[in-house]
């Protein structure tokens, strides 16, 4: 490319500066040789007005005559009469010589008294320049003829030639070589620019272009290189830019699809791809082949009619059961509308907490229902005369106080789970001894054990005897666990273990724990029932449940303690073999 850029502009000005010397040559040689025979001509004429005063009136031997003014002149002098016969010549014998009368400098004598021609001689072999002049001689008008050979104008017209071509030659090498050095200083130049454009185009904006060249090259170069400097800024804020978008739709917590007018994917984010469960990437494909939903499609035509955002709300179930509040809003471009844009957001968890409080409101309704229906069927059976009668005053009465007793212990419940929830509650950690605190349990529920004959058995291994916790609510959470093993266990006991377990860790590490397990010999829980144990007011078996003052919330309290503390809790149970309640808990 560079020597091709040379090319065009060397070869050119090399053939017009080449060019424009042969013209010049031929222009001056043409001058010079005009102005050389016209000087000749001159000479000649003075010379012939000369000679033509001394020609003799007798005609006989002029052979002699013009020898004689051939040696004084230098010219060959021929004499003609007006019929063109050769009358004295001093060169050639007069008699041999053939008739002169059509000689074109004799021709022009004959009318206008002076003739002359350049033209080739036949007898001498070269180019001769011919003056005549009409002499009147008594009567008789002859003519007087000069000539001289132009091989001295020949000689000194190829010297000057010579002289003009070798200065030709050398103007012609000095203006190439000048001419030469312009243009490969404008071609450098302007390869510069070229090989800096290149880099621009490769995106290399941190090179700078310098040019020496002045004018409007220099200009150029400048504005070139300030506009790549602009375009740098400019292209280094549009990456800013995009990276802040990039990002923000990374890290959105909501999907979100662009799409075009025919519901084909243009852009979407890792978000979609979480919620709808697809691994692979889903540009290029319209909303059907890629997320399976005819209704998103419906939607795109229904904004692509109207030009106005609308609202639904979809349900998926894989890869789990979602709820997504859908958006679709048009985007254009130019004040042209170009596509859809669709954002998911995944509601599940409001749904959830919906049915949750809704279960709670009916579950809370139900509980405090039961107890006051009683209270206030027997308070006005008493009212209507039953206090009369003694016996079953007191038996009422009793009722009475069980139901309250039972109120009360639902609404202290729920007052304890509420203010775990809002964390009104504040764990105070402190060194704690299992064997006290088990102790202290098995004698809070000691009476009630042995009302069923139920025993009690502590198993702690001596190395794991402390462990940091809240004491109060560890005996709360042991109290509910032994409690509802004392609840459901017709024959055998209760028993708590305390031991260390090893867990891996995300390091790949062992992570000493102390595992705690209540476990019991009672009914056992069916297998269906296990992964809802721990919510609001479940039980296993809601009619016995209620027979034993059960609330339907010990195992929540215990739930959200055990997470309070920061430890895990699981449960394994196998119907008719009893219960065992596992807490994961760190070392001291």
Same mark, same amino acid.
């Given at each position: 490319?560079?020597?091709?850029?040379?090319?065009?502009?060397?070869?050119?000005?090399?053939?017009?500066?080449?060019?424009?010397?042969?013209?010049?040559?031929?222009?001056?040689?043409?001058?010079?040789?005009?102005?050389?025979?016209?000087?000749?001509?001159?000479?000649?004429?003075?010379?012939?007005?000369?000679?033509?005063?001394?020609?003799?009136?007798?005609?006989?031997?002029?052979?002699?005559?013009?020898?004689?003014?051939?040696?004084?002149?230098?010219?060959?002098?021929?004499?003609?009469?007006?019929?063109?016969?050769?009358?004295?010549?001093?060169?050639?014998?007069?008699?041999?010589?053939?008739?002169?009368?059509?000689?074109?400098?004799?021709?022009?004598?004959?009318?206008?008294?002076?003739?002359?021609?350049?033209?080739?001689?036949?007898?001498?072999?070269?180019?001769?320049?011919?003056?005549?002049?009409?002499?009147?001689?008594?009567?008789?008008?002859?003519?007087?003829? $000069?000539?001289?050979?132009?091989?001295?104008?020949?000689?000194? $017209?190829?010297?000057?030639?010579?002289?003009?071509?070798?200065?030709?030659?050398?103007?012609?090498?000095?203006?190439?070589?000048?001419?030469?050095?312009?243009?490969?200083?404008?071609?450098?130049?302007?390869?510069?620019?070229?090989?800096?454009?290149?880099?621009?185009?490769?995106?290399?904006?941190?090179?700078?272009?310098?040019?020496? !060249?002045?004018?409007?090259?220099?200009?150029?170069?400048?504005?070139?290189?300030?506009?790549?400097?602009?375009?740098?800024?400019?292209?280094?804020?549009?990456?800013?830019?995009?990276?802040?978008?990039?990002?923000?739709?990374?890290?959105?917590?909501?999907?979100l699809v662009l799409t075009d007018m025919k519901g084909r994917i243009v852009m979407s984010n890792t978000a979609v791809r979480d919620l709808f469960g697809i691994p692979s990437i889903i540009e290029g494909k319209t909303l059907i082949e890629a997320l399976r939903r005819a209704d998103l499609m419906e939607a795109v035509e229904h904004?692509?009619?109207?030009?106005?955002?609308?609202?639904?709300?979809?349900?998926?179930?894989?890869?789990?059961?979602?709820?997504?509040?859908?958006?679709?809003?048009?985007?254009?471009?130019?004040?042209?509308?170009?596509?859809?844009?669709?954002?998911?957001?995944?509601?599940?968890?409001?749904?959830?907490?919906?049915?949750?409080?809704?279960?709670?409101?009916?579950?809370?309704?139900?509980?405090?229902?039961?107890?006051?229906?009683?209270?206030?069927?027997?308070?006005?059976?008493?009212?209507?005369?039953?206090?009369?009668?003694? !016996?079953?005053?007191?038996?009422?009465?009793?009722?009475?106080?069980?139901?309250?007793?039972?109120?009360?212990?639902?609404?202290?419940?729920? $007052?304890?789970?509420?203010?775990?929830?809002?964390?009104?509650?504040?764990?105070?950690?402190?060194?704690?001894?299992?064997?006290?605190?088990?102790?202290?349990?098995?004698?809070?529920?000691?009476?009630?054990?042995?009302?069923?004959?139920?025993?009690?058995?502590? !198993?702690?291994?001596?190395?794991?005897?402390?462990?940091?916790?809240?004491?109060?609510?560890?005996?709360?959470?042991?109290?509910?666990?032994?409690?509802?093993?004392?609840?459901?266990?017709?024959?055998?006991?209760?028993?708590?273990?305390?031991?260390?377990?090893?867990?891996?860790?995300?390091?790949?590490?062992?992570?000493?724990?102390?595992?705690?397990?209540? !476990?019991?010999?009672?009914?056992?829980?069916?297998?269906?029932?296990?992964?809802?144990?721990?919510?609001?007011?479940?039980?296993?078996?809601?009619?016995?449940?209620?027979?034993?003052?059960?609330?339907?919330?010990?195992?929540?309290?215990?739930?959200?303690?055990?997470?309070?503390?920061?430890?895990?809790?699981?449960?394994?149970?196998?119907?008719?073999?009893?219960?065992?309640?596992?807490?994961?808990?760190?070392?001291?």
């Open positions: 490319m560079k020597r091709l850029l040379f090319k065009r502009f060397a070869v050119p000005y090399v053939i017009l500066t080449f060019c424009l010397l042969i013209v010049l040559e031929l222009y001056i040689s043409n001058a010079v040789k005009d102005n050389y025979i016209a000087n000749l001509q001159d000479s000649l004429f003075k010379q012939a007005r000369l000679i033509a005063g001394q020609i003799p009136s007798s005609h006989s031997d002029l052979d002699d005559f013009c020898r004689q003014y051939k040696e004084k002149t230098g010219a060959r002098v021929t004499i003609i009469d007006n019929l063109g016969k050769v009358l004295g010549d001093s060169d050639e014998p007069s008699e041999s010589m053939e008739n002169h009368a059509d000689r074109p400098e004799i021709r022009d004598a004959d009318i206008k008294d002076v003739g002359t021609s350049v033209r080739y001689s036949t007898t001498q072999k070269k180019n001769l320049l011919y003056l005549a002049l009409a002499v009147d001689a008594n009567t008789e008008k002859i003519f007087l003829r $000069l000539s001289l050979p132009l091989q001295e104008v020949e000689n000194a $017209l190829n010297t000057i030639r010579m002289r003009i071509i070798l200065s030709s030659f050398i103007t012609l090498c000095i203006a190439t070589i000048i001419g030469l050095y312009q243009t490969r200083k404008i071609t450098r130049s302007i390869e510069e620019i070229t090989e800096y454009s290149k880099d621009i185009a490769a995106g290399n904006f941190r090179k700078r272009l310098f040019i020496q !060249e002045k004018g409007e090259l220099g200009d150029l170069g400048q504005n070139i290189s300030k506009m790549a400097k602009e375009l740098h800024t400019r292209l280094d804020q549009s990456m800013e830019e995009k990276q802040k978008i990039e990002a923000i739709l990374r890290n959105m917590s909501d999907g904004v692509s009619r109207g030009k106005e955002k609308m609202s639904l709300e979809i349900g998926i179930n894989a890869p789990k059961e979602r709820y997504l509040m859908t958006t679709a809003a048009p985007f254009s471009i130019k004040g042209e509308l170009s596509g859809v844009v669709f954002t998911f957001h995944d509601i599940t968890r409001l749904r959830k907490l919906e049915e949750v409080r809704k279960d709670f409101v009916a579950n809370v309704s139900h509980e405090i229902k039961t107890p006051i229906t009683a209270i206030k069927g027997f308070a006005e059976t008493l009212l209507e005369g039953a206090l009369d009668d003694r !016996e079953n005053a007191r038996k009422f009465l009793e009722t009475i106080k069980n139901h309250s007793e039972r109120l009360n212990t639902l609404v202290s419940d729920l $007052l304890t789970l509420s203010r775990i929830e809002l964390g009104d509650i504040k764990l105070e950690k402190t060194s704690v001894n299992l064997d006290e605190i088990i102790d202290t349990v098995f004698a809070t529920l000691k009476e009630k054990a042995q009302t069923k004959g139920l025993t009690f058995h502590k !198993e702690v291994a001596p190395d794991y005897r402390e462990i940091r916790a809240d004491r109060d609510r560890l005996i709360q959470i042991l109290l509910n666990l032994v409690d509802n093993g004392v609840k459901f266990t017709e024959k055998g006991g209760v028993t708590i273990k305390v031991k260390s377990e090893k867990l891996k860790v995300e390091s790949a590490e062992e992570k000493d724990l102390i595992q705690i397990s209540v !476990e019991d010999t009672g009914v056992g829980i069916p297998r269906k029932h296990l992964a809802r144990l721990g919510e609001r007011f479940y039980r296993v078996d809601r009619a016995r449940s209620r027979e034993l003052g059960g609330t339907g919330l010990g195992l929540a309290i215990v739930k959200h303690l055990v997470i309070a503390h920061g430890w895990d809790m699981k449960i394994k149970s196998v119907e008719g073999s009893g219960t065992k309640v596992y807490l994961i808990c760190p070392l001291t």
